[in-house]
């Protein structure tokens, strides 16, 4: 029966093997509708979602970091999220804070939770370097318990949830290091280069010719 059993686990470990392997195939073919190149970066976002970890992508601007996130929030049929992050940028401009509201049946006032935009599955922390180390840390309970706390006050965040976060490696004026416990919530820093030639000219064709494929869901 032992190895009855044992044969099962093994079949069971090639089956899911062979399912991630076809929705990763999938995924990367739709993101490939709209993302020239950049195949090894495709793959180690893929390697971090399977995985259910964050990952932070390091790239100078226009390498479709940005594009790269939400194209793949739509082919999961995921929410997605987008925080801009910016030196103004409060921690409740990410988790959401309380605000007093009217009650209208009893014309009573109180406190109630309007969530941030942590609060999403896909959620992109675009240059998230460029805010100070006090919102940064923010993101510190959402990344790695996948919950956040406001005015004493825990809130569940929902299944599944990834943190993806940019930043530009070159640009220093207004930015601030990453803390070392940011820094050790991503499972992957993926590095950006510029593209081929044959790849930038594919790129021009695509953004001054008709509109990109349109992007469709492929995993539930």
Do not use: W
């Not at 686990?9 to 076809?22: I, P, V």
């Amino acid at each position: 029966m032992t190895a009855s059993l044992s044969e099962l686990d093994r079949l069971d470990d090639a089956a899911l093997a062979d399912r991630l392997q076809g929705a990763g195939q999938r995924i990367a073919s739709e993101l490939r509708k709209v993302i020239v190149g950049q195949d090894a970066v495709v793959e180690q976002a893929l390697v971090a979602l399977f995985a259910g970890g964050n990952c932070l992508l390091v790239g100078v601007p226009g390498l479709a970091k940005t594009l790269l996130i939400s194209t793949l929030a739509r082919a999961l049929d995921l929410k997605f999220s987008r925080i801009q992050f910016t030196p103004d940028l409060m921690p409740s401009d990410v988790t959401g804070t309380d605000v007093i509201q009217d009650d209208p049946a009893t014309g009573q006032r109180r406190l109630a939770f309007m969530p941030g935009p942590v609060f999403a599955n896909v959620l992109l922390a675009d240059e998230i370097n460029r805010t100070p180390p006090k919102t940064q840390a923010a993101l510190l309970e959402a990344m790695q318990e996948r919950r956040v706390t406001v005015q004493g006050r825990t809130y569940e965040l929902d299944k599944p949830f990834f943190v993806f976060a940019t930043q530009n490696p070159i640009e220093l004026e207004g930015t601030y290091p990453l803390p070392e416990a940011q820094l050790d919530r991503f499972m992957l820093e993926v590095m950006l280069d510029y593209l081929p030639e044959e790849d930038e000219v594919a790129v021009v064709k695509a953004t001054t010719a008709l509109p990109p494929e349109a992007v469709h869901p492929v995993v539930s």
